[in-house]
């Protein structure tokens, strides 16, 4: 364990931009949601018709939570955002073992960290310190964010340790999956993975007896009931499966070559075949991977979204206060209910859409987009095709948002035309979507080093913007700057070309942007 003292230092100056973006985004997301809560639901008359309009929907429970937790405010809270804010602290576990582990073998920095006075085992016990810290810190910013918003303290505590406890579980699977995998693609892989079968799961136990909800992290951290029984011993599991797990990744990590991993990849061909012999192709080939996942999680999504369009109406009978939330009021309840989660739906996919674009940077800075770039591609040609499938792409994953949402509605009330009709709908959106990922082609231009830092802030300016611009009284001017707000939102407002098509000329001039910019600039720098 020699030098890891050092090793954690250096990588909290690593972290110090990426990892209090990761904690304020969760800190954010329940303050606003604890806020809304509170004010939603003053009275137990309130809590008592939530829970008996939420009881007996499936597609809620099993979205959200138990029943259970219905019983007081505090617990409404957790019932609607600890599953979703557990799998955003995942997310960070899981991108801050990967980049300090695998990561870093993948592009020789590990190598030149070795050859100094480091012990073998000091860089991966300097991230999963790294890992408790940051953990630590979500427990104390989530304990001060709903404690501070006038939850009890005693369920607040719980509430933050709970998460925090998740997340350093999939900490420690991440340090296995380091182990494991040899590329930093298949560890990720394999923990996102994991953390999809833990909302899954917990999903189906939650929706049945609740036994499957025992096999899943999130599900341990939903059985404390905060707020409501404030049980402490579900915690001692993740706690100690986290422990296991983190003992057997240095085990593992004494068994195999640095750079290599235990599970060894399959080799490929020879000689690429003629459906791999253009940049659009690899391209596609690089990031058909991860399309899927999107797609797929993005139809669940949607169809959940359907699954309870139809007692809209008997929730806002008896959640009047919802109304103010839903585009429209309470005109059309339906068509209001749809046009919110088509924009929550085109936020997300947005996030896609960044991703996609951003993979072309990842390609530079990793060094294998220079052999490329010295055969007769052309920088333009090979930009165009990360650019390409992402826009694509887009296309496929909000249109399969909408086919989720659209089918799962129309078989609730027995028209199948709703099918294309949120199809349509969802594709109104790709415009916003595209100009999203235009910032990123901008920024990987003019600012490769940013790109992803100046990409990300206008996904998460523009959830700001749409989700929260009216409750927090944005001005207008501000509202004006996000592409969505530009996009009428169908199908309480009528669909118009001229917005759509302007939105859409202007990711085309930042895109073009983009490619000016790359131009003009240094591959790798």
């Known amino acids: 364990m020699t030098g890891s003292g050092r090793l954690l230092r250096f990588m909290l100056r690593r972290e110090r931009i990426a990892l209090p973006v990761w904690l304020l985004g969760a800190a954010l997301l329940v303050l606003v949601q604890s806020t809304q809560s509170q004010n939603l639901y003053e009275t137990p008359e309130d809590l008592a018709n939530l829970r008996r309009t ?27 955002i600890l599953a979703f804010v557990s799998i955003l602290v995942a997310l960070m576990n899981m991108f801050l073992v990967g980049r300090h582990t695998r990561a870093d073998e993948e592009s020789g920095r590990a190598e030149l960290v070795r050859s100094a006075s480091v012990g073998r085992g000091a860089p991966l016990a300097a991230i999963l310190g790294l890992a ?26 719980l509430f933050g340790a709970a998460v925090a406890l998740v997340g350093l579980f999939f900490a420690a699977l991440t340090a296995v999956a380091a182990q494991v995998f040899e590329s930093v693609r298949a560890a990720y892989g394999a923990v996102a993975l994991a953390i999809g079968a833990a909302f899954v799961l917990r999903a189906a136990g939650d929706a049945g007896d609740g036994t499957a909800s025992w096999a899943s992290p999130i599900g341990w951290a939903q059985r404390t009931f905060p707020y409501v029984d404030n049980r402490w011993w579900p915690l001692l599991i993740p ?78 009978a008896d959640n009047p206060e919802v109304a103010e939330f839903l585009p429209g009021g309470a005109a059309d309840l339906v068509d209001a209910f749809q046009a919110l989660t088509m924009v ?53 994953v909000l249109a399969a948002a909408g086919a989720g949402e659209g089918l799962a509605y129309g078989l609730t009330i027995c028209d199948l035309g709703q099918l294309p009709r949120l199809v349509g709908v969802a594709l109104a959106y790709l415009p916003a979507v595209l100009a999203i990922a235009a910032v990123a082609a901008l920024g990987i231009g003019w600012l490769p080093r940013a790109a992803a830092v100046v990409a990300w802030t206008a996904v998460a300016y523009c959830a700001v913007i749409a989700l929260f611009g009216d409750s927090f009284d944005l001005p207008a001017w ?25 939105v859409a000329a202007v990711a085309a001039a930042l895109a073009l942007g983009g490619y000016v910019g790359l131009r003009r600039r240094d591959v790798g720098y």
Request: charged content about 10%.
């Open 344 to 396: 929550t739906l085109a936020l997300i996919a947005s996030g896609y859409a960044v991703s996609a674009a951003l993979r072309a940077r990842s390609e530079e800075t990793s060094g294998r987009a220079e052999p490329l770039l010295a055969t007769a591609t052309s920088r333009r040609a090979w930009l165009s095709s990360h650019l390409s499938v992402a826009a694509g792409g887009s296309a496929l």
């Open 132 to 157: 408790l810290l940051a953990n630590l810190a979500v427990a104390v910013l989530l304990f001060a964010v709903t404690a501070g918003t006038g939850l009890p303290v005693r369920g607040s505590f």
């Open 239 to 316: 706690t100690a499966v986290a422990g296991g797990l983190a003992v057997a990744a240095m085990a593992l990590l004494a068994r195999r070559d640095i750079g290599a991993g235990l599970v060894r990849p399959r080799p490929g061909r020879a000689h690429a075949t003629a459906s791999l012999r253009s940049p659009l192709a690899l391209a596609w080939r690089l990031q058909r991977g991860a399309l899927v996942g999107w797609t797929v999680g993005l139809f669940l999504l949607g169809a959940a979204y359907g699954s309870i369009g139809d007692s809209i109406e008997q929730y806002v």
């Open 54 to 80: 939420l009881g007996g929907n499936t597609a809620v429970i099993a979205m959200s939570g138990p029943v259970r937790l219905l019983e007081t405010i505090g617990g409404e809270v957790a019932f609607e």
């Open 478 to 502: 501000v509202q004006r700057g996000s592409p969505f707000a530009h996009t009428p939102q169908a199908p309480v407002e009528t669909l118009t070309a001229l917005p759509i098509v302007a």
